[in-house]
Nanobody, 119 residues
C-alpha cells in the first residue's frame, strides 16, 4: 500500500521556522516527483515546492522562494520542507503529493499537516 505521511506541522510565531517531512512508502519512487502544496481556509490549494526523487529539478513558488528549502533524504525515503522566516500568510494545511515524472496527475496524496503562524 502506497503511503505518503506528512509530519512536523505546528504553531510558530512569525519569523520562526518549521521543518515538514513527507515519508513515502509502498513502492519505488525513482521516476516520480514529490511536491508540497498548501491550502489555507477559504482559498484554493496552491503549489509550494517540488523535487524529483533523484533530488534534482527543484522549484519553488515565488511566495516562498528564499525562505523555504525542499530536499530529499535518501536514507529515510523522505522529502523535507525547511520553512524559515515564516509569515502569518503561510498558515495552511500542507500536503505532499506524488506524480510520475512524465505524468500530470498527482496519484498519491498525504493526509496533510497543519501549519499555523501567529503574528
Amino acid at each position: 500500500q502506497v503511503q505518503l505521511v506528512e509530519s512536523g506541522g505546528g504553531l510558530v510565531q512569525a519569523g520562526g521556522s518549521l521543518r515538514l517531512s513527507c515519508a513515502a512508502s509502498g513502492r519505488t519512487f525513482s521516476n516520480w516527483r514529490i511536491t508540497w502544496f498548501r491550502q489555507a481556509p477559504g482559498k484554493v490549494r496552491e503549489f509550494v515546492a517540488g523535487i524529483a526523487w533523484s533530488g534534482a529539478d527543484i522549484n519553488y513558488a515565488d511566495s516562498v522562494k528564499g525562505r523555504f528549502t525542499i530536499s530529499k533524504d535518501n536514507g529515510k525515503n523522505t522529502v523535507n520542507l525547511e520553512m524559515n522566516t515564516l509569515k502569518p500568510e503561510d498558515t495552511a494545511v500542507y500536503y505532499c503529493a506524488a506524480r510520475q515524472l512524465l505524468g500530470s496527475v498527482y496519484e498519491y496524496w498525504g493526509q496533510g499537516t497543519q501549519v499555523t503562524v501567529s503574528s
